[in-house]
C-alpha cells in the first residue's frame, strides 16, 4: 500500500522488544562473566588508594621508573582487568569451588597486606622487603583462582589470561623491587619520607621529599575520612563477594 508523506511507520513491537532488552541482556552477560571477581579488587584498591603511606603514592611510587616497566605494568594491568569479560564460570563444579577457595583466601590476604601498610607503616612487617611487597607478590593468589574458577568463552583468551598474569605479576614486583631498593634495602621510608639512595641528582631527591611531606600532611588532615572509607568500602566488597560466590556456586 502507498504510503502518504506524512504518514507515520510504527515501529515493530519485536524490534522495540529486542532493544529494551539489549541492555538488559548486556547487564546479564557481564554478571555472568567472571569480571564480577575483580570487582572486590578495584573497588579495595580504590578505598586504599588515598590511605598509603606516602612512599606509595604516585608522586613517589612512580618516580624515575624505567619507561619499559611502567609501559609493560600499565598493559599487563590492563589485560588482567579486561580479560575477565571473556571468561566465564568453569562448567566443572571441583575446578569451580577450588578456584574460588584461592581466590577468597587470596583476597583476605591482599586486603591484610594493605591494612599492614596502612596501620602500622613502621612496624618491622611494613619495612620488610616482605611486607612491603607483600601487595605486589599476593595477587598471584586471587589470580590463579579466577583462572582456575573460569573458562574462556574464546579460544586463545585463557592462555592470554595466564601470560597477562605472569607479565604483570613480574612487572609489578620488580617496580616494588626497584622503590625498596631507592630506600636503601630497609623499607625506611615507608611511613615517613624517603630518603632515595643513588637517585640521578640531589635536587630530585629532594623534590620527592617536598612530595612526600607535603602528603603526609594531606593524611593526618584527613585521618577521619580514611578511617571511616576502608569500612565503607569493606562492606561494599564483601556484599560483591557474597553475592558473586552465590551466583557460581551449584547445589548439591
Known sequence: ???????????????????????????????NSSFGLMVPVLLLNLACAGSLPPTYQPEVFWHDVPSA?????????????????????????????????????????????????????RSGWSLHFV??????????VWLAGIGVASRARWRGVKPLFWLASALFLASHLGHTALVFSRLGGSGSGAGGAPAFHGA???KSSARVRRVVLSREEDVRRSKIFRSIRPVATSICARAVVARVITRWQVPG
Not at 502518504?4 to 532493544?19: F, K, L, M
Not at 563444579?93 to 602500622?120: E, F, M, N, Q, S
Open 131 to 140: 611486607g612491603f611487597s607483600a601487595p605486589a607478590s599476593l595477587p598471584i
Open 200 to 202: 640521578r641528582s640531589s
Open 1 to 31: 500500500m502507498h504510503r502518504g508523506r506524512d504518514s507515520v511507520v510504527t515501529p515493530s513491537p519485536e524490534r522495540d522488544t529486542t532493544a529494551r532488552s539489549l541492555p538488559a541482556r548486556a547487564l546479564r552477560a557481564l554478571s
Open 69 to 121: 616497566l611502567a609501559l609493560t605494568e600499565h598493559i599487563s594491568r590492563t589485560a588482567v582487568t579486561a580479560l575477565p569479560l571473556a571468561m566465564s564460570k568453569s562448567e566443572s563444579r571441583p575446578r569451580r569451588r577450588l578456584g574460588l577457595a584461592l581466590y577468597g583466601a587470596g583476597l583476605v590476604a591482599y586486603t591484610a597486606a594493605w591494612a599492614a601498610l596502612i596501620l602500622a607503616p
